[in-house]
């Protein structure tokens, strides 16, 4: 069924195009390509039409194409059924991607000898048995031994995208600043951190967490006004909660705003204990 | 490895950060995309081992190449590229010679009239997916870049060689034979 109708007009040859469509502004931008193209003398706009849809699948087609195929749609049924057909498709392709959407995280990537060394050992303390890992960069993880098994917290350094390798060095290296602070003769740190393996949004909660003084408190809300999410509050909860340096990355000093504690990945004992040792009681 | 500041920060140092100026490591760009590269190595490889061997291999490849990189590279459609590029050379080493211009269309006989296969849809899922994987590989991975990661037709372009309008085309006959195929049964 032809919409656009070109009607000869005697043996002059005149021709007059009726077109149903209004015209579109001259040198618009809107200008319909599908229009003109179906007005141009022997074409079918059907095969005009069909011959667009897949353009229409794909986003392709500007306003004033679309319009003009819906409203060829409307009264030709053969193209209809033809676009309904398309629209078919396009939902089974929908469907098929989240089928083929792979379970679980992507794998860990780096071979081998790109992966940064992390050594790592137990260290005792007040909060517990600690397990700590650092590498050439700074200490970049801290785990609770009484929480997680050794093959566990190994894992979450591979899954940064370390090589775990034990290493008693480490002892030296980090224990005496941590037991400083446990027995309240430090209020800072002085050790090089190695956050690399964790999203930029994490790395931004942790770094203006890493600001707090000790002995002051912030809340959830303020540390996501200062990565510049305000509302973010809930997703500062959970970048908190994946603090792989607990304890020296001091999410223990990040509360609601209604006054209560929070949560704590290692158990909210921890987290009142480190408030106690900087003469925070707690609530 | 950073493209400027090269050592994370220490404890105390971190105050004097500035907090307007990002500099994106590979660890930020990778944690931005690998889901959706992860993703699409899956859909090229249509299994879980070569998918993972696919995806290693591009990050490796990306993470060699990226001190070389602009800063305001479009990373998404870096990684894209590197991630096609591995595939199809990966595909000619192991001697699978066709060449994304070669045709080799899918030669399942088109299925039977029967109304109970038509409806079990997973049947229908599994049915659409080999009908893809039998497409000509231009048609396929311009089909897959357009469709489930909406690149670009010029990213497209750039990730198959050949123009946009041939970029285009790929997408639009692979539709066409999609619907051809399964329109009615749909």
């Known amino acids: 069924m032809e919409l656009a109708m070109t009607m000869t007009d005697g043996p002059t040859g005149l021709t007059q195009t009726v077109d149903p469509e209004p015209q579109p502004p001259a040198g618009g931008r809107e200008a319909c390509r599908l229009a003109a193209e179906a007005s141009q003398p022997g074409v079918d706009p059907c095969d005009v039409a069909c011959e667009a849809m897949p353009g229409h699948c794909c986003g392709d087609l500007t306003t004033a194409d679309e319009v003009w195929l819906r409203k060829h749609t409307a009264v030709c049924s053969y193209c209809a059924n033809m676009l309904h057909s398309y629209e078919k498709v396009d939902s089974v392709l929908e469907r098929l991607q989240d089928a083929l959407t792979p379970v679980g995280a992507p794998p860990a990537w780096k071979p081998e000898r790109e992966r940064r060394r992390a050594g790592y050992a137990r260290l005792d303390s007040p909060i517990g048995p600690l397990l700590v890992a650092a590498t050439e960069q700074g200490v970049c993880e801290i785990g609770f031994a009484f929480r997680e098994a050794e093959d566990a917290f190994r894992q979450r350094l591979v899954e940064r995208g370390f090589a775990p390798v034990h290493d008693e060095s480490v002892v030296q290296r980090v224990g005496p600043q941590l037991q400083e602070y446990f027995s309240g003769k430090r209020d800072r740190f002085d050790l090089p951190l190695d956050l690399s393996g964790v999203s930029p949004f994490t790395r931004s909660v942790l770094t203006a967490t890493a600001e707090v003084p000790f002995g002051h408190l912030t809340t959830y809300r303020e540390i996501a006004e200062r990565t510049g999410r305000p509302s973010a509050t809930r997703a500062v909860g959970n970048a908190l909660g994946r603090n792989p340096i607990p304890v020296i990355v001091p999410c223990h000093r990040v509360v609601r705003s209604d006054g209560s504690l929070g949560g704590y990945t290692g158990g909210l004992w921890i987290k009142e204990r480190l408030l106690s040792i900087e003469g925070r009681a707690p609530r | ?186």
């Open chain 2, 1 to 186: 490895m950073t493209q400027a500041l090269a050592a994370q920060p220490t404890v105390d140092l971190v105050g004097r950060a500035c907090p307007d100026i990002v500099v994106l490591t590979f660890d930020d760009i990778l944690a931005r995309h690998q889901g959706e590269i992860y993703r699409y190595a899956f859909q090229l490889a249509r299994n879980r081992a070569d998918a993972d061997d696919l995806y290693q291999e591009t990050l490796i490849k990306a993470y060699r190449a990226f001190p070389r990189l602009d800063s305001n590279a479009n990373h998404r459609a870096w990684l894209y590229k590197i991630a096609t590029n591995t595939f199809l050379s990966d595909r000619r080493k192991r001697g699978r010679e066709d060449v994304l211009d070669e045709v080799t269309e899918a030669t399942m006989p088109a299925p039977a009239l029967d109304h109970a296969a038509a409806l079990d849809a997973r049947a229908l899922l599994a049915e659409v997916e080999a009908f893809i994987a039998g497409l000509p590989l231009k048609q396929r991975l311009a089909l897959i870049q357009r469709k489930y990661h909406e690149l670009s037709y010029a990213d497209i372009a750039t990730n198959l060689k050949c123009s946009q309008d041939a970029a285009r085309a790929s997408v639009h006959e692979a539709l066409r034979k999609l619907r051809d195929r399964f329109g009615d049964r749909l």
